[in-house]
């Protein structure tokens, strides 16, 4: 049974750090494509960055390109998402999730790539 859990969320203040995990069980995670989302109230669940499955490429939304970072740890069974320099228009449940195909070929960036997701995370910002 795939699981995905996600940790690390809280309140920190603008302009601070956090770094996010997602410890995955139920299916062999070195071998899947990952992505972590966001959710803010009242608006659509956004994909903010996706790592293919062997790690050796990544894609980011405009809105996180050059604050985020995605990251994979096979040995670990664990993914993870560095936030750099929180804005005020972070706050938002994050999660993670895992493609529908096993070793796809390129990085997927489509909503519709991915099947199984975590609870989430909430990650509240303070000015």
């Known amino acids: 049974q795939v699981r995905l859990v996600e940790s690390g969320g809280g309140l920190v203040q603008a302009g601070d750090s956090l770094r996010l995990s997602c410890t995955a069980t139920g299916f062999p995670f070195g071998q899947f494509a990952m992505a972590w989302f966001r959710q803010a109230p009242g608006k659509e669940r956004e994909l903010i960055a996706s790592?293919?499955?062997?790690?050796?490429?990544?894609r980011f939304a405009d809105s996180v390109k050059g604050r985020f970072a995605i990251s994979k740890d096979d040995a670990g069974n664990t993914l993870y998402l560095q936030i750099n320099s929180l804005k005020p228009e972070d706050p938002a449940i994050y999660y993670c999730?895992?493609?529908?195909?096993?070793?796809?070929?390129?990085?997927?960036?489509?909503?519709?790539?991915?099947?199984?997701w975590g609870q989430g995370t909430q990650v509240t910002v303070s000015s």
């Open positions: 790592t293919k499955w062997d790690g050796e490429a990544t």
């Open positions: 999730a895992r493609d529908r195909q096993r070793r796809r070929s390129f990085v997927p960036t489509d909503t519709r790539d991915f099947g199984a």
